[in-house]
């Protein structure tokens, strides 16, 4: 699985602007977050899949399907209770 392209990212135009806004994140490059110093959020793709991988829990990244706006929503919601305890 590779590390997504700069036509997925920005065909998660709308994605991206709602992770900036939520607290504590840092972009450092296009489509990679930082929480703190530590790397906390980027994507990835596989064929016509597109995928978050964040790590909601040390040590390892969760892999959450991002491709639908439904699988979407889901995914900003798990981010917004995260940051949010």
């Known amino acids: 699985m590779k590390?997504?392209?700069a036509e997925t990212i920005a065909f998660l135009n709308a994605l991206l602007e709602q992770i900036r806004s939520l607290p504590g994140l840092k972009e450092k490059k296009l489509g990679i977050f930082y929480r703190k110093s530590r790397a906390f959020l980027h994507f990835h793709e596989d064929n016509d899949k597109i995928y978050a991988d964040v790590r909601l829990e040390e040590p390892d990244f969760q892999r959450f399907p991002i491709t639908?706006?439904?699988e979407q929503s889901a995914f900003i919601?798990?981010?917004q209770t995260s940051l949010n305890p």
């Open 3 to 5: 590390h997504a392209s």
């Open 68 to 70: 639908t706006e439904e």
């Open 77 to 79: 919601k798990t981010l």
